[in-house]
């Protein structure tokens, strides 16, 4: 099904909005590359940069997204997995402190699995360039870029002090300015021959492979050419990209985790099944490291995780813009400059492919047909802007539930809010959200 309506989505103009929930529709949608641009939300652009990957589209969007491949294989990701593991520990144990200061009452988890988040996406992207400090200070300010993606913001509301705007433009640009030196000191250590063991040092280290497959080729000097040959990105424009890849998983794994440990503390006996698994991979030593190999292996506590991104896909809706008339259906023609905006969440919840699908039953894609249902799976969309990290969001989901559940056990206060769903970008239970005040003061 899709809905016509007409909306503000501006403060100079009406624009014509078009939500579409049909399946197919949204899969027409997502794969419209030649029609349709990803456009969020008018202030988007704004805080990110016009020319950041996420609003690049088509040739430029495909070019691009081929010299970003080679950062999420099957080698990257388990090449970030050490780095990814010392924050989760650093952070479980911290998660234990503060339980015990507390003297073992109840502790508001949300800020914490934000902050967590915010710190192993940062690692994981530049690794121990990035200090402690700046990490922290991101993960507090980020509150800041989300409040500011409004679908109506005031006029100029960017130069006026303190709004959203204003205070979400500063975060940014703040975020982009850790990140370039980030890079600048990983061209250092690439150049140095040190081991690559984030994505800031992989990226760097093919655009070296490609600068030197060039330069032997300029030489006639016979040499094996890289599977992608990469330009040379300026440290800004890693910067934007980078930012670009904390932009996408910041929210969206902070309402992922949030749902994965609330539910898992909801049913025991799951977080229980997902314990003895990650422990019997192990051989028994829960401090033994992970590999992708054995992350691949657990049956059961992949599917806990697809089935936490289907019952509560963080992400619901992706609003495009038609670049030229677009025939949605026989008989809807969208016009050239209408908001499009698809939705992954009936597809994830239609009855006749998930049976009882308000209810969270791993068990589906184990003994099921839901691993099956492959065009109903668009928990990171399709087509040319489907997600490029999602084998890395996976990954990482079953990496950290498996070690917490080694490390830590939890339990859930169940309060009357706790099972509404509050839209904040992406889905979270009802809680509270706290401005951070670290910007106040700049």
């Known amino acids: 099904m899709a809905t016509i309506i007409h909306t503000l989505a501006n403060s100079q103009c009406f624009r014509f909005v078009v939500l579409v929930s049909d399946r197919d529709l949204t899969r027409k949608v997502f794969n419209a590359g030649s029609h349709l641009k990803p456009c969020l939300v008018p202030v988007a652009e704004t805080l990110i940069g016009a020319q950041a990957f996420v609003f690049t589209h088509g040739r430029a969007h495909v070019d691009f997204r081929k010299g970003l491949n080679g950062l999420f ?22 998660f234990v402190v503060n339980n015990e200061k507390n003297g073992g009452k109840p502790l508001e988890m949300f800020a914490s699995f934000r902050e967590i988040n915010c710190a192993m996406s940062c690692r994981s992207f530049v690794g121990h360039y990035i200090s402690d400090r700046a990490v922290q200070k991101i993960a507090d300010d980020y509150y800041c870029i989300t409040a500011a993606l ?35 000191m990983s061209r250092s250590a690439m150049a140095a021959g040190k081991e690559p063991t984030c994505v800031v040092d992989r990226w760097i280290m093919q655009m070296m492979e490609s600068a030197k497959y060039d330069a032997d080729v300029a030489a006639g000097v016979p040499a094996e050419k890289p599977a992608v040959l990469l330009r040379q990105f300026t440290d800004a424009e890693i910067a934007t990209t980078l930012f670009t890849f904390l932009f996408a998983s910041q929210d969206a794994s902070s309402s992922s985790t949030t749902y994965l440990f609330q539910l898992m503390a909801q049913h025991p006996e799951m977080l229980d099944r997902v314990r003895e698994e990650n422990l019997a991979v192990r051989n028994g030593d829960p401090d033994a490291p992970i590999t992708l190999d054995m992350l691949e292996s657990m049956t059961w506590t992949n599917a806990v995780v697809k089935e936490v991104l289907r019952y509560r896909p963080p992400v619901i809706m992706v609003p495009y813009e038609a670049k030229r008339s677009f025939a949605l259906t026989p008989t809807y023609t969208v016009q050239k400059g209408t908001m499009v905006v698809p939705t992954c969440y009936p ?16 068990e589906r894609w184990i003994s099921g047909t839901a691993e099956k249902q492959t065009k109903n799976w668009l928990v990171f969309g399709a087509g040319p802007h489907q997600c490029i990290a999602q084998g890395y969001v996976q990954i990482t989901m079953t990496a950290m539930i498996g070690l917490a559940s080694l490390r830590v056990d939890w339990k859930h206060h169940k309060t009357p809010r706790s099972d509404i769903v ?20 700049q």
């Open 422 to 441: 509050k839209v904040f970008a992406c889905l979270f239970p009802m809680v509270s959200f706290t401005l951070p005040r670290s910007l106040w003061n």
């Open 150 to 184: 409004e679908l109506v913001n005031v006029p100029l509301s960017l130069y006026v002090p303190y709004s959203k705007v204003w205070l979400g433009k500063r975060a940014s640009d703040g975020v982009q300015a850790e990140f370039a030196k980030c890079a600048a």
């Open 73 to 94: 294989t099957r080698r990257a990701l388990e090449c970030y997995l050490p780095i990814q593991t010392e924050v989760w520990k650093a952070y479980f144990d911290k």
């Open 347 to 362: 597809a994830l919840h239609d009855p006749e492919v998930y049976p009882e699908p308000d209810t969270f039953n791993p």
